[in-house]
């Protein structure tokens, strides 16, 4: 499949949004896609970003236009960041993008609403994702993707949608680099050794040097302190004057990955942008900023949570609307004087992200490509990882643990067999389930199956069920029957069953294959 990314990066708006979409590019390509990005040439943030990519880029042409014109439109309270019409874009993004012909196109925009999404995928004849967090404008979108917590999403986006979509919500969905997932969790300490300041790509309004001055003068902190920033920062000058006289502070520019910087201080002090999930999924305890009006609601949302502890901006900095958070000043002391509640915090925050959200996104657009084949005992560690993991357990005929060695003597069986089919479900090279299936008798055999725990709520499960139905009609070359035993209160599976077509409930369903449809 190809995938088209639509996203821009300036001083502005910030890289974040870029560097989201570089993590599920690589998601994408590591799953087989075809990735190619559409960037405006704003300022040099962008160029610093991509200088060393390996996917194409096609670069929208620099802004010429005098946006005012468009102010008396019903317009997005950001569409200024586009520094173009909504209309040039879609020109210019069409222009760029038909001969490509991408089944999806993915848009990261907070300056496009409704009409550039409808007039985009209409020309280019594509399905839309739209990654969105602020619900502040129209959306017309196939699937849309906030990973920021919400207790009702739906609620949040109200009045705004062209047409119902797909959702990918809440943080399982944040778009981390994939170093992410395995990279060590930050282990905890009851003293606050050292301390990390890292306000974003741009550093809005300068805030970095203020929120060290705040470690140092307000909370008297006198430890090591560790500022990160980009060599796109316009206030690099400032802040690197405010590191050196600053004793015991270092800093440190354009870290290609940030989750090695995230473990090893006991206290990150950060803008609430997307760096936040990157930091709940290592855990270190984290006091969070708002320097956008969107980070407010991400910051607020996490205190509500008691994942991070949310502060102000120190006076001089960037000013979104506080939302009656307290001043950093404030907050600081307290946090670093109390270990149970940055233990609390580290915990809490680390239940919430796992790494693997640009991964569940990519596989939801490429789920059409899944496709089986026999299962070996080289599969052996990975099925039993899957079969043992309680979410599994829970649905299955014995709720038991099933040890390894035992579960090795069931797969060399159920191989040996001739009346029994095993499959692993893959996109691309990454195994998502199983499944199997056991002759009963002459024309009728059962089928079992289960996706790996991690990736439900994706549609992967009709795809594996049809796909199995296909290579056991490829396999018998006769009808047959499909039997399946479902666990009592396994809403989940009766639901799959009903939608592949399945007849009975609900806990025996019955399909009959013919050999030719």
Request: net charge negative.
């Amino acid at each position: 499949m190809r995938v088209a990314i639509r996203v821009d990066a300036s001083a502005a708006m910030g890289v974040g949004h870029l560097l989201s979409g570089l993590s599920l590019a690589l998601a994408l390509v590591v799953l087989q896609a075809e990735v190619c990005f559409v960037v405006r040439a704003l300022d040099e943030a962008a160029a610093q970003v991509l200088r060393d990519t390996p996917y194409p880029v096609r670069w929208l042409p620099a802004p010429v236009a005098d946006l005012s014109r468009d102010s008396g439109e019903d317009l997005p309270p950001l569409y200024r960041w586009a520094e173009v019409s909504w209309l040039q874009d879609v020109n210019d993004t069409v222009g760029q993008l038909h001969g490509l012909q991408p089944d999806w196109l993915v848009v990261d925009h907070y300056a496009f609403d409704a009409r550039w999404h409808q007039q985009v995928c209409d020309a280019l004849a594509c399905r839309l994702l739209v990654i969105d967090d602020t619900a502040d404008r129209s959306i017309a979108a196939d699937v849309l993707l906030d990973h920021n917590w919400d207790a009702d999403h739906q609620r949040k986006y109200l009045g705004r949608l062209a047409r119902e979509p797909v959702w990918l919500s809440g943080p399982r969905y944040a778009l981390l680099a994939a170093s992410y997932r395995h990279a060590p969790r930050y282990p905890f300490h009851a003293a606050v050794r050292s301390i990390g300041i890292f306000m974003g790509g741009t550093d809005p309004g300068g805030t970095s040097a203020l929120v060290l001055a705040a470690c140092r003068r307000d909370a008297g902190f006198e430890g090591p302190i560790e500022v990160v920033s980009t060599s796109v920062n316009p206030f690099l000058k400032a802040l690197r004057e405010a590191c050196a006289a600053s004793p015991g502070t270092t800093l440190t520019l354009d870290a290609p990955d940030l989750s090695a910087f995230f473990a090893r201080h006991d206290l990150q002090i950060g803008a609430g942008g997307g760096a936040s999930w990157e930091r709940c999924c290592i855990g270190p305890p984290t006091i969070a900023l708002a320097l956008a009006d969107n980070q407010s609601l991400v910051v607020s949302a996490l205190d509500g949570l008691g994942a991070i502890r949310g502060a102000s901006t120190p006076v001089g900095g960037a000013q979104p609307e506080a939302r009656g958070l307290p001043a950093l000043a404030d907050v600081l002391p307290g946090l670093l004087s109390d270990p149970k509640a940055r233990q609390a915090m580290s915990a809490r925050a680390m239940s919430l992200v796992d790494g693997r959200g640009a991964q569940r996104v990519a596989l939801y657009l490429l789920r059409d490509t899944l496709r089986l084949r026999p299962a070996g005992m080289d599969d052996a560690v990975l099925l039993h990882s899957w079969r043992n993991h309680p979410a599994v357990r829970a649905v299955s005929g014995s709720a038991d643990v099933i040890a390894y060695p035992e579960h090795v003597c069931w797969l060399q069986r159920v191989l040996q067999a001739t009346d029994r089919w095993l499959f692993v479900a893959q996109v691309g090279n990454l195994a998502v389930g199983s499944i199997r299936f056991d002759r009963l008798e002459a024309g009728r055999i059962e089928v079992s199956l289960y996706l790996d725990p991690d990736l439900h709520a994706l549609g992967l499960g009709s795809r594996l069920l049809l796909a199995g139905e296909q290579q056991m009609r490829v396999q018998l070359q006769v009808a047959f029957v499909v039997e399946a035993a479902v666990v009592a209160g396994n809403i989940v599976s009766q639901h799959l069953f009903e939608r592949c077509g399945y007849a009975g409930g609900p806990l025996q369903y019955r399909k009959r294959i013919a050999v030719n449809i």
